[in-house]
Each structure stands twice: as C-alpha cells, then as structure tokens.
C-alpha cells in the first residue's frame, strides 16, 4: 500500500492564479480532510469529507473547494491563490469513525503564493 | 469549542535524559486523545491514543501518556530520549468532524 500520497510536493504560485493540490489513498478509506499547518499554529482544518459525494468545510474553508467523486481521491482548488495561503498543507484520511481514529497523513505539499 | 493547549514552544533535553511534553485539554464530554510526531519535511505520525480505560497508555517507540481528567492533561512521556527523538510533536483532540491540534512542541536532543 502507498497509504496517502499528494502531489506536488512543492509550489509556488503568483497571487490570483488557481491550482488543485491532489491527494489519493489506496486504504479504502472512507474519511478525508485537508489541513493546513502554519508556524506556531499547529494544523487547521480546512475541508473534510465522510463518504464519496459528501463534503463539509472546516475550520478555515475560505478561498478553497473540494469534491469527492471516488473514495480513493479528494483534490483540494485554491481559486484565487493570495499569499496568506502560503502554507503546508497535509491531506489525511482515516477508516470509518472519522476524527475519532487514527489519521493517516500524507507527506505534505509546501506552497508558497507570491 | 475544544482546544488543546501546549505549553511549551521548544524543549531541549540531553540524550539519554527523561522526557515530558505537556498538552492541556478543553472539551465537554469524554475526550478522545491523540499524541503525534512530526519528524522534519515529513507528515505526522501517531504516537498513541487514549479512548477510555487505563489512563496510562503506551505507544509506539517507547512512548507513554497519561489521562489526567481532574488536570484535564494528557502528558507525552518518554524515560530515555534517543537522538532520532529529535521531532515537533502534536496533542489533538478528536470532535465530532476533526481533530484539533495544539500548536506543537519541538524537541532538540542533544549529544
């Protein structure tokens, strides 16, 4: 198993310009979610997803989308990159109980918005 | 709202030394714990977890914690700190759509 994989592993972007960060998981997992980790804040939720077809927002939704057409993937668009969005940002995915099991973290995507 | 609390930024200890990373809690029922480890470029990686039951739970790497309700703290504890130790660790708490995180200790061992 790859467990949780995300690409790119790096980014750097020009204010206003859009992208998806990917994020895939091969455990059949049925939660995901997408944070975002900024010095001295720990990570912040920003979209979570129960199921295929269900999504929720987080903590700090603003200025992202996502969707869930398969289990395995959950791709995060930022619309209008500003530079407040500069961040890591780890997707994770867990089995069936969601927030209350272990979370499975993919390796990270570091973003830099210029 | 729950929220976690870590009180300590940046701790260094010796190699070989005993360890504790405190994390104080705040949530209204019967809190489901988390400790996690961050080693540097990486994802995290869970430590342990507390659900109910044995308020001392041990984990991976010869990691323990504690569940103190009346302190409402959940201490990472480790008796002998290893160069590889050397990581940023997290305390979460599970709610209902996600965990929250505290800010993070990082930890320098030193030779």
């Known amino acids: ?40 804040m720990g990570l912040r939720l920003i979209h979570y997803s129960v199921g295929a077809g269900i999504t929720d927002q ?8 996502v969707s869930r057409s398969t289990t395995e993937d959950f791709p995060l668009r930022l619309l209008s990159a500003a530079p407040s969005q500069t961040s890591v ?12 099991n272990e979370q499975f973290f993919g390796p990270g995507t570091r973003l830099t918005v210029l | 709202a729950q929220s976690v ?11 070989g030394a005993s360890l504790e990373l405190r994390c104080n809690y705040s949530y209204g029922a019967t809190p489901y714990l988390f400790w996690y480890v961050q080693s540097p ?4 990686q869970l430590l342990l977890k507390y659900f109910s039951g044995d308020t001392l739970v041990q984990g991976i790497k ?23 130790d050397a990581a940023e660790y997290f305390c979460a708490v599970a709610g209902r759509r996600a965990l929250t995180f505290g800010s ?6 030193q030779p």
């Open chain 1, 1 to 40: 198993n790859a467990g949780v994989t995300q690409t790119p592993k790096f980014q750097v972007l020009k204010t206003g310009q859009s992208m998806t960060l990917q994020c895939a998981q091969d455990m059949n997992h049925e939660y995901m979610s997408w944070y975002r980790q900024d010095p001295g």
């Open chain 1, 58 to 65: 987080g903590e700090v939704p603003n200025g992202y989308n």
């Open chain 1, 89 to 100: 940002y780890f997707c994770a995915s867990s089995p069936r109980g969601g927030s209350y």
């Open chain 2, 5 to 15: 609390t870590q009180p300590d930024i940046h701790i260094t200890v010796s190699e």
């Open chain 2, 41 to 44: 470029g990486q994802g995290l």
């Open chain 2, 62 to 84: 010869g990691f323990e914690a504690e569940f103190k309700r009346s302190q409402s703290s959940f201490n990472l504890r480790k008796p002998s700190v290893h160069w590889s």
């Open chain 2, 104 to 109: 993070g200790t990082r930890l320098q061992v």
